[in-house]
């Protein structure tokens, strides 16, 4: 099994001026309580923990990985909305919490197959009934290389090469690209 506990913090953990986020999106993330060097590891150990432990009942386990570890450390706990109409379609609010992702183990080993990649969860897009109950409209994942994707009963979506890409797509309603066969070519 691949180590999960993330490598040393990068320069980009650290950043404190305003240019690794679109404005738009910068100003939804310290809204929902982020700012520039967050990092709780130990929250992000325990989602790893839990998800490790747990076994679906066909038996389909989880993967833990550094790239998931460090976006749970970075991220984890925050709900975010984004600001106005969105750039393509209407930001959807969403959280990152891996354990929104707990009994979809199957799906995502099943996404990771297709991918050729280990997939983990990484929160999901929500929807609010009229009596403020929050249910979850797609599930968040990232891989191991740390791209990011939503899932949800219309297909599959790739959101983007990194946490920060797909923040900004979900912050921003940017339409993101469904993940589908590609076809053979002639060659």
């Not at 990985?65 to 984004?82: C, I, M, R, S, Y």
């Not at 994942?141 to 899932?151: F, K, Q, T």
């Not at 949800?152 to 900004?168: F, N, R, V």
């Amino acid at each position: 099994m691949p180590p999960t506990t993330p490598g040393p913090r990068t320069p980009a953990h650290d950043r404190t001026d305003s240019t690794r986020f679109p404005p738009a999106v910068d100003v939804a993330l310290q809204e929902a309580g982020w700012q520039p060097g967050r990092w709780d590891i130990q929250q992000a150990e325990h989602w790893a923990d839990t998800l490790r432990a747990h076994t679906s009942p066909a038996g389909h386990r989880h993967t833990v990985f550094p790239a998931a570890v460090e976006a749970w450390a970075e991220f984890g706990g925050l709900h975010l909305t984004g600001p106005g109409p969105g750039r393509h379609i209407a930001p959807t609010p969403f959280a990152i919490d891996p354990l929104h992702g707990l009994h979809l183990a199957r799906t995502l080993g099943d996404l990771g197959r297709a991918l050729h990649t280990d997939v983990a969860p990484l929160g999901r897009e929500e929807l609010t009934d009229h009596d403020g109950a929050t249910y979850t409209q797609s599930t968040l994942a990232i891989d191991a290389e740390g791209r990011v994707y939503s899932l949800d009963h219309t297909g599959d979506w790739y959101l983007g090469p990194d946490i920060d890409s797909a923040l900004g797509v979900l912050v921003q309603g940017t339409r993101p690209l469904r993940l589908g066969v590609t076809p053979p070519t002639d060659d």
